[in-house]
């Protein structure tokens, strides 16, 4: 069992930069992929990008690509998304969440409660 709570949401102005954190309870964070989410209003969840348990691997989709970086620090049970050059259609709720399962592939087990971020244009 793993427990997901995220921070460093806001609100910021288009072009800026957030950097989220999600930092997980138990101590076999290192055996789970990771991956970030989102889901705007209105719109179904979507996939955003995904770490493999090391972090040796990545994987984004095309919207973010070249501007969100996906990376953890397993010895601090913290994974995190840097997510630079901001648009107004990155507004949503975001969420991390981890599997024991395919990083990309495979259904995520274990979910965040979210956090905000509003980008302003």
């Known amino acids: 069992q793993v427990q997901l709570v995220e921070s460093g949401g806001g609100a910021v102005q288009a072009g800026g930069s957030l950097r989220l954190s999600c930092v997980a309870s138990?101590?076999?964070?290192?055996?789970?992929?990771m991956g970030w989410f989102r889901r705007a209003p209105g719109k179904e969840r979507e996939f955003v990008a995904a770490?493999?348990?090391?972090?040796?691997?990545?994987y984004y989709s095309d919207s973010v690509k070249g501007r969100f970086t996906i990376s953890r620090v397993n010895d601090k049970n913290t994974g995190y998304l840097q997510m630079n050059s901001l648009k107004p259609e990155d507004t949503a709720v975001y969420y991390c969440?981890?599997?024991?399962?395919?990083?990309?592939?495979?259904?995520?087990?274990?979910w965040g409660q979210g956090t905000q971020v509003t980008v302003s244009s």
């Open positions: 969440a981890a599997t024991y399962n395919h990083y990309v592939t495979g259904s995520y087990d274990y």
């Open positions: 138990g101590r076999t964070f290192s055996k789970y992929a």
């Open positions: 770490i493999t348990p090391s972090g040796g691997t990545s």
